[in-house]
T-cell receptor, first 114, second 117 residues
Framework: AQSVTQLDSQVPVFEEAPVELRCNYS??????LFWYVQYPNQGLQLLLK??????LVKGINGFEAEFNKSQTSFHLRKPSVHISDTAEYFC????????????FGSGTRLLVRP | DAGITQSPRYKITETGRQVTLMCHQT?????MFWYRQDLGHGLRLIYY???????DKGEVPDGYVVSRSKTENFPLTLESATRSQTSVYFC????????????????FGPGTRLTVL
């Protein structure tokens, strides 16, 4: 069965500092990988996705993530965060043969301080 | 308005009452989904639907009922609400895989915050 682990429930960081949000997954088959962002009192918005090809994927708002198959990881990074990046970030996976089902991690709250 | 909407946005009810959460999308997407979001669990799939009149259970279906008589609507009913069903509920939709893409993005509604007293 698939599972997604986001070890950090909260990540505090100062404005303009770099940040990395960690995501590890477990699956017996090939997967697609996603990062979603949830701003306060809003629904989820897709930040970026890995389907195939280059392991470094770029998303919206300056975020990027790298797929590492050997470490089964898909960590999210941003070189310089803004106050407006404060939100909840969810990593998710979907098996390639049933791509309509998403399995989410428990989320990481990114708190950007001035 | 175009997109995916949920109603009500906030609901307080009592244990044992029936509650229906509504979800409406204007894209004619084939797939629709219901998730619940709880602290420490992320989002968990309750039910999904591949098309009108086709529904299937997700990870946490107990205590919930769904129907899909029209492509654009996917109501979720709690037949006898319990305190453990206090949560934030998200509806999502996506195109069918037959549309040709390897993966079709799920688009999420704004959520319904349900409190069961």
């Amino acid at each position: 069965a698939q599972s997604v682990t986001q070890l950090d429930s909260q990540v505090p960081v100062f404005e303009e500092a770099p940040v990395e949000l960690r995501c590890n997954y477990s699956s017996s088959v090939s997967v697609y990988l996603f990062w979603y962002v949830q701003y306060p009192n809003q629904g989820l918005q897709l930040l970026l996705k890995y389907l195939s090809g280059s392991t470094l994927v770029k998303g919206i708002n300056g975020f990027e993530a790298e797929f590492n198959k050997s470490q089964t990881s898909f960590h999210l990074r941003k070189p310089s965060v803004h106050i407006s990046d404060t939100a909840e970030y969810f990593c998710a996976v979907s098996e390639m043969d049933s791509s309509y089902k998403l399995i989410f991690g428990s989320g990481t709250r990114l708190l950007v301080r001035p | 308005d175009a997109g995916i909407t949920q109603s009500p946005r906030y609901k307080i009810t009592e244990t044992g009452r029936q509650v229906t959460l509504m979800c409406h999308q204007t894209w004619s997407h084939s797939y629709m989904f219901w998730y619940r979001q709880d602290l420490g669990h992320g989002l968990r799939l309750i039910y999904y639907s591949a098309a009108a009149d086709i529904t299937d259970k997700g990870e946490v279906p107990d205590g919930y009922v769904v129907s899909r008589s029209k492509t654009e609507n996917f109501p979720l009913t709690l037949e006898s609400a319990t305190r453990s069903q206090t949560s934030v509920y998200f509806c999502a939709s996506s195109e069918s895989r037959l549309a040709g893409a390897a993966y079709n993005e799920q688009f999420f509604g704004p959520g319904t915050r349900l409190t069961v007293l």
